[in-house]
C-alpha cells in the first residue's frame, strides 16, 4: 500500500523526442506527486510536482499527467536534450500525519542521444 | 543561499565497525530527513526530525541505527555495527515545511562502503 511502482527502469531517446516514465501507487491517501531529477554523484532535485486535484501540470518541457482514478501519473519531457540524461524518480507523500514524507519509486534512468 | 551540506563524501569500512554521517540543513530549515539509497533504488525514508524532535522514524533499524539533532540544527546518523547490506548513499534533505507541500532540498549524500 505504501508502495510507488515506476517504470521503465531504463529509457534511451533521441535528442529532440519525447521522454515517457510512469507511476502507479495504491494508497489513496497520497496526496502530493513530485518527481525528482538524480544526477550521478548528486542528491535529487525536485523537477516539478502535482496536487490531484489538477490533471496536468506544464513546466517548460516538463509535464505531469495525473489520473487520478486509475492511481496513475506520469512525466513527460518534451524536445529531450542530452543534457536531461539522469535518473528521474515519482514519488508521492500521505495526508495523514502532515509529516511531508516522501515514498519514492525505483527509478528511471533515462539516456538521450545527440 | 547554501545547500544542504554532508560529510564525508565517501566512507569505506568493514563489517561490524561503526561510522557516522554528518549533516547541515539549509539555515532555517525546522525539517531535517535522513534517507538511504540502496544503488538502483529510490531513497527510503530512514527518519525525520521536526526541529530537535523525531516525527518519524518507522523504518530506522533502530538495533544498529541512530541519530541525533541535538540543537535543532545539524544532525548525525551512526551505524553500530554495520552489515554488507548497509552499504548505500545516506541523503541529507530539509525543508522549511511551511505547508506539508514544501520542497525537501538533497545534500549530495555520504556514499558507504561495508566491505
Known amino acids: 500500500q505504501q508502495q510507488v511502482k515506476q517504470s521503465p527502469q531504463s529509457l534511451i531517446v533521441q535528442k529532440g523526442g519525447i521522454s515517457i516514465i510512469n507511476c502507479a501507487y495504491e494508497?489513496?491517501?497520497?496526496?502530493?506527486f513530485p518527481w525528482y531529477q538524480q544526477f550521478p554523484g548528486k542528491g535529487p532535485a525536485l523537477l516539478i510536482a502535482i496536487r490531484p486535484d489538477v490533471s496536468e501540470k506544464k513546466e517548460g518541457r516538463f509535464t505531469i499527467s495525473f489520473n487520478k482514478s486509475a492511481k496513475q501519473f506520469s512525466l513527460h519531457i518534451m524536445d529531450s536534450q542530452p543534457g536531461d540524461s539522469a535518473t528521474y524518480f515519482c514519488a508521492a507523500s500521505p495526508l495523514s500525519g502532515n509529516t511531508g514524507k516522501l515514498i519514492f519509486g525505483q527509478g528511471t534512468t533515462l539516456q538521450v542521444k545527440p | 543561499e547554501a545547500g544542504v551540506a554532508q560529510s564525508p563524501r565517501y566512507k569505506i569500512i568493514e563489517k561490524r565497525q561503526s561510522v557516522a554521517f554528518w549533516c547541515n540543513p539549509i539555515s532555517g530549515h525546522a525539517t531535517l530527513y535522513w534517507y538511504q539509497q540502496i544503488l538502483g533504488q529510490g531513497p527510503k525514508l530512514l527518519i525525520q526530525?521536526?526541529?530537535?524532535?523525531?516525527?518519524?522514524d518507522s523504518q530506522l533499524p533502530k538495533d544498529r541505527f541512530s541519530a541525533e539533532r541535538l540543537k535543532g540544527v545539524d544532525s548525525t546518523l551512526k551505524i553500530q555495527p554495520a552489515k554488507l547490506e548497509d552499504s548505500a548513499v545516506y541523503l541529507c534533505?530539509?525543508?522549511?515545511?511551511?505547508?506539508?507541500?514544501?520542497?525537501?532540498?538533497f545534500g549530495p549524500g555520504t556514499r558507504l562502503t561495508v566491505l
Open positions: 526530525f521536526q526541529n530537535n524532535g523525531v516525527v518519524d
Open positions: 494508497n489513496t491517501a497520497f496526496d502530493y
Open positions: 534533505a530539509s525543508s522549511s515545511l511551511q505547508g506539508w507541500t514544501d520542497t525537501q532540498y
